[in-house]
């Protein structure tokens, strides 16, 4: 009996020093800023940089639901994507954690708007407070993009003479996100 009783004493103290040094469950207000470079599928596209920050709330401690928006910059052209967003946290209460997100969308560049979409999934890495680090893998769909480019020509007296091109790019591909969390 002394046995079963010590046996239940430790299993509360080790419960309850776990539970001090946990995390912070994410609950309310919550917003992310991250960065990142996107690869395209298409070979003459170069890479492109993202910014992008989202804002919302926790419901239940694991589903998140807010809005953002986001800068993409090509050498060609700049798009900035706006969106509603759906993470879902795995595991709340460790330190890291499994975590798929969801932004469904719209852009706009200088020439034209288009559909957006991107799937991540990652890991989140909680401290102790109210922040986070997250590492996101995404495959982002864009609908194509126009835009116009510029190319030279010379007359015969060796003057340059620039030329606007209207080209189309389809800067769908695959991204690598990181992330803080407050």
């Given at each position: 009996m002394?046995?079963?009783?010590?046996?239940?004493?430790?299993?509360?103290?080790?419960?309850?020093?776990?539970?001090?040094?946990?995390?912070?469950?994410?609950?309310?207000?919550?917003?992310?800023?991250?960065?990142?470079?996107?690869?395209?599928?298409?070979?003459?596209?170069?890479?492109?940089?993202?910014?992008?920050?989202?804002?919302?709330?926790?419901?239940?401690?694991?589903?998140?639901?807010?809005?953002?928006?986001?800068?993409?910059?090509?050498?060609?052209?700049?798009?900035?994507?706006?969106y509603?967003?759906?993470?879902?946290?795995?595991?709340?209460?460790?330190?890291?954690?499994?975590?798929?997100?969801?932004?469904?969308?719209?852009?706009?560049?200088?020439?034209?708007?288009?559909?957006?979409?991107?799937?991540?999934?990652?890991v989140?890495?909680?401290?102790?407070r109210?922040?986070?680090?997250?590492?996101?893998?995404?495959?982002?769909?864009?609908?194509?993009?126009?835009?116009?480019?510029?190319?030279?020509?010379?007359?015969?007296?060796?003057?340059?003479?620039?030329?606007?091109?209207?080209?189309?790019?389809?800067?769908?591909?695959?991204?690598?996100?990181?992330?803080?969390?407050?």
């Open positions: 002394k046995k079963l009783l010590f046996t239940i004493a430790l299993f509360c103290g080790m419960t309850a020093y776990a539970q001090q040094e946990g995390v912070r469950v994410p609950s309310g207000y919550q917003g992310f800023l991250e960065e990142g470079n996107c690869w395209h599928f298409t070979k003459d596209l170069s890479s492109t940089i993202s910014l992008s920050t989202t804002h919302g709330f926790y419901f239940n401690g694991n589903m998140y639901v807010g809005v953002g928006v986001g800068f993409e910059r090509n050498t060609d052209f700049n798009l900035f994507p706006f509603a967003s759906m993470r879902y946290l795995f595991t709340n209460q460790k330190a890291v954690s499994p975590v798929v997100g969801v932004r469904i969308g719209s852009y706009t560049s200088s020439y034209n708007t288009g559909g957006y979409a991107d799937l991540a999934v990652g989140r890495f909680a401290s102790k109210d922040f986070a680090v997250n590492l996101m893998l995404a495959a982002s769909y864009f609908d194509k993009v126009k835009y116009e480019a510029s190319e030279y020509e010379y007359d015969i007296l060796g003057n340059r003479i620039t030329k606007w091109i209207p080209k189309e790019a389809d800067p769908t591909g695959i991204s690598l996100r990181i992330g803080i969390e407050w």
